[in-house]
């Protein structure tokens, strides 16, 4: 009797052990928060990294918050209230431009190519940009990467965004599909989930990708403040490790394993349409193979942005792009 009261006291002890080390474990995580510009899936490699437990393996717990907007990403990070901002690096080069000393650093680039589509009323499988001409076209904020790429994109086709059809940048990002949706515009420019929900709905249909037509260029990056970076080295450094961790993922995985991998971050989503939309980021090259961002893709996006008028000053690449911890990532993770 003795010696079963001795078993069960052993066993109840060990479970308690187990439970105590493991909540040390959880306990044991940095909580780094992160502010992401919007949530699309166009940002498969970075919620792949966190249902894969990429994270984790590095030591980090990630609280992911909607910021809604460039502006509103980068005023967390310099205000602190953010350790980590995801949005457009042209936002470093505004910051730099205002003449801030603590100002922010890009350390690693997630994307590769803009990650919106233009969406017309009707299917035209033989789309041509010179079909816009004398349109009424939704393209976001005037100073904001989508409709900046959007208007390079269009100059490299010949059109003047100004003269030859009627554009309305007045209108939120968050608020164009809704905008569409509710009959304005004749096309508008959208990132996934929203074009593939209205293909389904029936109200928009897909016919160019400006992300196929603008190239390779420096988009969706993490940035954060250069003081944080300099007292917080292995934190970054972590933290690049996991998103070049989901970028492999990604980059070996099936159309269908990204898209349950990804599921849980888009419940709304049938799985069906998730794969298409997976498959249209995915086929395009739309993520970057590293987070290392180059000085050439760094130069374009300032070229794109020096061209809509947005910039007067270009900013440095060495001062503000560190590659550092995406070159120690790639060379140590196979």
Known sequence: MKKSKFIILAVLLLALITVFVSGCR?????????????????????YAAISQGFFEEEGLEVELTLGDGNDKVMTGVLSGQVDIGFSGSESTVYVYNEGRDDYAITFAQLTQKDGSFLVGREPDPDFTFD??????????????????????????????????????????????????????????????????????????YVVA?????????????????KSFIEENPEIIQKFTNAIYKGQLWVEKSSYEEIAKAIHEFFPEMEIEDLIKAVKRYKDQDSWSKTPVMTKESFETMQDIVESAGVIDKRGPYDKLVNIEFAEKAVEQIK
């Open 26 to 46: 959880e306990e044991g995580l940095t909580k780094v928060k992160v502010s992401e510009v919007t949530h699309s899936i166009f940002y498969a490699p970075q």
């Open 209 to 225: 990708s400006i992300g196929n037509e603008s190239g390779i260029v420096a988009y969706t990056a993490y940035n954060a403040r």
């Open 131 to 204: 079909k816009l001409k004398g349109k009424d076209v939704i393209g976001g904020h005037k100073s904001g990467m989508l409709a900046m790429t959007f208007d390079w994109v269009l100059k490299k086709n010949g059109i003047d965004a100004e003269k030859d059809l009627n554009m309305d940048n007045s209108i939120h990002f968050s608020a164009m599909a809704g905008a569409f949706q509710g009959g304005q515009g004749d096309y508008v420019t959208l990132f996934e989930p929203v074009a593939t929900a209205m293909e389904k709905e029936g109200t928009g």
